[in-house]
Each structure stands twice: as C-alpha cells, then as structure tokens.
C-alpha cells in the first residue's frame, strides 16, 4: 500500500508558471501555420461585443473564441501543434523562479497539481512536461475527431477553482494545501489553501490578498 498523501500543492497556469495568457498565443500560433483560418477572424469582434451582453460570461468567450479559430479541425493537427505550443512554453515562456518552486515541491514529494481555465488543447501536454501528478483544466468536445469547440465543463475560474480545491481535500483529507495563483479571481481558492501565495499580480489583487491575510510575491 502506498504511503497517503500528505501535500498538496496546486499551481494556477497563466500568469503564474507562465510570463502571460496562453490560450491568445495558442490560437495565434494555430493561426499562423494554418493561414486559411484568418477569414474567420472577423468574428472576433463580434464574440467580444457577445461577451459584454452575456454578462462577461468568460466561459461562452472562450468557446466562441475557440470555436472561430478552429471549430471542425481534425484532432491530429490540433494535437500536433498543441505539443509543440507545450514544448515551446516549457522552453521560453515559463518564469524560472514558477519552475522552481515547482521542482522543490516535487523533490520534496508533494502531490503536485496544474489547475488551469485554459484549455484542454494544450494544457496536459505541458502538465505531462512538467511531470505534474493531476491536471485539472477546461474541457473542449470533439465529436468524431474533429473539434466542435464546445465546452464539456465549467470554466476553471474562479468559483468553479474553488470547486476544484474542496474537490482536492474531500480527496486528500490528511493533506495540508499550498497553491499559487496571480489574479484576483484566484483568490477565491488560495483563501481555501493552508499555504496561500499570490504571485504576480496587480496592485488591486494584492491589496485584497492583504486583507485576506494572504502572501504576495513576484516571481522572475
């Protein structure tokens, strides 16, 4: 029988472990190698005027989003930039000091989480690079290999992180928490953590994270 768990320590993605938002540079990078797709770009602005009379539900922004770039796309060429947008976040676009504090949770044998709203698309693929125990992050359908865009569950943000974290200790009960994040909205689930870190956030997210009695740091 092996040995329960005893830390946990979850990491947000963008923002945190990364220098800036991924799923922009994802699409982006789809874009580029797969020209054709730029004549459906038009429909951007209108997903974003959507997205204000939605109530700035972030959740139908990024399925619209996603959907506009690549909506009917085979899995195998989504896939095969998706490994190669991991390996070149691994190598250019993770902060040194995330990627240590990462490592030392990992030697010390902690049970160590990526919790992301970014997509399923590319996320595991860098989760299974960084060698990451569980990765928890935004679903998108296929259907019958080729991506319909749509999305199979909550948006990893916010309240639905929390979610995610109570999930977590229901799971590890015996387990003491820690978990990074950078943005306001991820102050919901750090509150929730026994070892609470805001990293890399902007002057209104830490002067709540100070009220919630929380760390700050910035993380190079």
């Excluded at 830390?7 to 472990?17: E, M, N, Y």
């Excluded at 044998?109 to 698309?121: E, H, Y």
């Excluded at 990074?180 to 689930?189: A, E, F, K, R, W």
């Amino acid at each position: 029988m092996s040995d329960p768990i005893t830390r946990v320590a979850v990491f947000d993605l963008d923002g945190t472990l990364t220098w800036r938002d991924t799923l922009v540079g994802f699409l982006l990078g789809y874009v580029r190698r797969h020209p054709a797709r730029v004549v459906r770009l038009w429909r951007v602005p209108c997903a974003l005027g959507g997205y204000v009379l939605s109530g700035f539900d972030r959740g139908l922004l990024k399925q619209q989003v996603i959907q506009i770039f690549m909506r009917g796309d085979d899995r195998g060429r989504i896939d095969a930039w998706g490994r190669m947008f991991a390996e070149q976040t691994l190598r250019r676009g993770c902060r040194p000091a995330a990627l240590d504090a990462l490592r030392k949770h990992q030697q010390a044998g902690d049970f160590v989480v990526l919790l992301s709203a970014s997509p399923d698309l590319y996320v595991p693929k860098i989760g299974m690079l960084l060698g990451v125990d569980r990765i928890i992050c935004t679903e998108v359908e296929y259907h019958e290999d080729r991506l319909t865009g749509t999305l199979t569950t909550a948006n990893r943000r916010g309240e639905e992180k929390l979610r995610c974290l109570q999930r977590l200790r229901s799971e590890f009960p015996a387990a003491t928490f820690s978990a990074y994040g950078n943005s306001g909205s991820d102050l919901m689930h750090l509150r929730d953590a026994d070892h609470p870190l805001l990293v890399n956030a902007n002057a209104g997210a830490r002067r709540q994270a100070r009220r919630l009695n929380i760390a700050t740091a910035n993380w190079t």
